[in-house]
C-alpha cells in the first residue's frame, strides 16, 4: 500500500505550515489534527523550520523605481470595483492533493535555490580566508628569509670577530714572549721619514713589522722585507712582500727564511711588484738585530 493512501495528510501538513492551506482543505485538515495525528504534527513542525530559514537564504532587494511607478500606473488605470459587471466565473480549483505537490514542489524548489544561494556564500568567504592564508604565509616566509640574512650576516661577523681576537692574543702572546727582540728601522731616501719596527723571535726564525710614513709606491711597485747576516746585501733572503695604505702605515708578518743561519740586518726595499729572489731596488727602511 503506498505512503499516500495510508497517511493522506502529509503532503497537506506542509502546505499548511507554509501558510498556503485555505477554504475547506483548512476546515478539513484542522479537524484531522484535532484527531491527535502525531505525524502531521511532526510534518508541520519540520515545514515551520524550513519556512523560518527561507527569509534569512534570501537577500532583500527593494524595487526599482521604475517598477514601483509602472504599478502604480497600472492600478490607476483598473476599473473601481463599484463598477465592474458581474463576478467572473470562479475556476473550479485543482484536486487537493495535487495543488499540494504544486505547492510543495515550488517550496522545495525555492528551499533549494536558498540553499544554492548561501552555499556560494560560504564557498566564496572560504575561499577569501584561504587566499587571505595563503598571503599570510608569504609574507611570514618573506621575513623568515630576511631573518635567515641577517643571522648568517651576524654569524659571519663573529667569525671574524674571533678571527682578529685570536690573532690580537697570538699577538700578545709573541710580545709577552722573553724569546722576543725589538729591532728599530730607520728611513733611508726615498724614504727619510719613515719608521718601523720589528718584533723577532730567533727561537721559531718569525717576527712582525709594522711601519709608518712610507711614500706611496708607483704602479707595479711593492715593499720586500729582507733578513741578512753580517755579510750584508749578498746574503739576503726574501722575508715577505706587502704595501702601504694611504696613511703609509704597512705590516708584514714575517715567515721563517729558508737555508739561513743567524740573522742581524733586517732591511725593507722596494721592488717589482712579483718580486725578485735578491734585492735590487733602493732601501727605504733597515734595522741591526745587536743595536
Known amino acids: 500500500m503506498s505512503r499516500e493512501h495510508t497517511h493522506p495528510f502529509e503532503e497537506t501538513a506542509w502546505v499548511y505550515a507554509l501558510g498556503a492551506l485555505d477554504g475547506d482543505d483548512l476546515i478539513a ?17 519540520q515545514g515551520e523550520a524550513v519556512a ?63 540553499a544554492i544561494v548561501v552555499l556560494a556564500i560560504r564557498v566564496s568567504t572560504i575561499t577569501r580566508a584561504r587566499d587571505a592564508a595563503r598571503q599570510r604565509i608569504v609574507e611570514v616566509e618573506s621575513h623568515v628569509a630576511a631573518l635567515q640574512g641577517m643571522i648568517a650576516g651576524q654569524v659571519s661577523e663573529l667569525s671574524d670577530l674571533r678571527r682578529k681576537l685570536a690573532e ?7 710580545l709577552e714572549d722573553p724569546a722576543t727582540r725589538t729591532v728599530d728601522l730607520r728611513g733611508k731616501p726615498p724614504a727619510e721619514g719613515a719608521r718601523g719596527r720589528i718584533f723577532w723571535t730567533e727561537v721559531e726564525g718569525t717576527g712582525r713589522l709594522v711601519a709608518q710614513g712610507l711614500p706611496r709606491l708607483e704602479a ?42 743567524r740573522v742581524q740586518v733586517f732591511a725593507v726595499t722596494i721592488e717589482p711588484e712579483a718580486g725578485v729572489p735578491k734585492p735590487t731596488g733602493p732601501i727605504a727602511l733597515i734595522g741591526y738585530l745587536d743595536a
Open 29 to 45: 485538515f484542522r479537524a484531522h489534527l484535532a484527531s491527535g495525528c502525531h505525524l502531521c504534527g511532526r510534518a508541520i513542525a
Open 168 to 174: 690580537q692574543v697570538r699577538r700578545v702572546a709573541f
Open 220 to 261: 707595479g711597485k711593492i715593499y720586500a722585507l729582507w733578513v741578512m747576516d753580517t755579510r750584508g746585501l749578498p746574503s739576503a733572503s726574501p722575508a715577505g712582500l706587502f704595501r702601504a695604505d694611504t696613511s703609509g702605515r704597512g705590516t708584514l708578518t714575517v715567515a721563517p727564511p729558508k737555508d739561513f743561519g
Open 52 to 114: 523560518g530559514q527561507l527569509p534569512l537564504a534570501i537577500e532583500p532587494r527593494p524595487l526599482p523605481a521604475d517598477d514601483r511607478e509602472r504599478i502604480r500606473e497600472r492600478l490607476l488605470a483598473q476599473t473601481p470595483i463599484a463598477r465592474m459587471g458581474p463576478p467572473p466565473i470562479r475556476t473550479p480549483r485543482a484536486p487537493r492533493t495535487a495543488r499540494s505537490r504544486t505547492f510543495l514542489s515550488r517550496a522545495l524548489a525555492t528551499m533549494a535555490a536558498a
